[in-house]
C-alpha cells in the first residue's frame, strides 16, 4: 500500500535533490539515486543524455565544482504531482525554478521535470530515472549573456 509516509518521503527526495545540488554536494546528490546497477538514466535535455550512474556522477562533479554552471544558484521545486504506480514505484512531475543568487538576483531558468520514475529501495525512496525540459528561455537568455548553455 502507498501510504502518506511515501508521499512525504518522495517529497524530501525531490527537494534533497536540489538541495545537494545548491551546496555542491555531488556525493550527497547521488544518493537520491538507485544503485548503478538500477540506474534508469537521466536526459537533461540541455545538459546530456546521462545513460550510466557514472556518467550522471562525473557531470554532477563538474556541473557543481569550480566553473560549473550550478554554482551561485538556488534551484526551486514548484507544483509537485505524486502517483502512484505501485506500493514501491512511483511517477512524480514538478517544475523548476533556477535563480541566481550570487551575483545580481534573478531567474535565470525555468523546465520541467517530467513523469519521473521514483523507487523504494532498502535505503527508502530514490530516483530511477529522470528527464528534463529546460524551457527555451534559457537559452536565449544564456546566448544574450554570451555562455555555453551545454557545459
Not at 64 to 74: Q, Y
Not at 129 to 149: C, E, I, K, Q
Request: charged share 25%; aromatic share 10%; proline share 3%.
Amino acid at each position: 500500500m502507498f501510504t502518506a509516509t511515501d508521499h512525504l518521503e518522495i517529497l524530501n527526495l525531490v527537494h534533497r535533490y536540489s538541495i545537494t545540488t545548491d551546496n555542491a554536494d555531488a556525493e550527497g546528490f547521488m544518493a537520491c539515486w538507485v544503485s548503478p546497477e538500477e540506474f534508469g538514466g537521466y536526459d537533461s535535455g540541455a545538459f546530456g543524455n546521462m545513460k550510466t550512474w557514472d556518467d550522471l556522477y562525473n557531470f554532477e562533479k563538474h556541473h557543481v565544482g569550480p566553473g560549473g554552471m550550478a554554482n551561485g544558484k538556488r534551484h526551486q521545486v514548484t507544483n509537485v504531482h505524486i502517483e502512484a504506480v505501485s506500493p514501491t514505484e512511483a511517477r512524480v512531475t514538478h517544475d523548476l525554478i533556477v535563480l541566481e543568487v550570487k551575483d545580481e538576483p534573478r531567474v535565470i531558468a525555468t523546465g520541467r521535470y517530467d513523469n519521473n520514475v521514483v523507487v523504494k529501495t532498502a535505503q527508502g525512496w530514490r530516483f530511477k530515472s529522470r528527464h528534463l525540459a529546460v524551457d527555451p528561455g534559457f537559452f536565449a537568455l544564456m546566448a544574450r549573456l554570451g555562455v555555453n548553455a551545454h557545459e
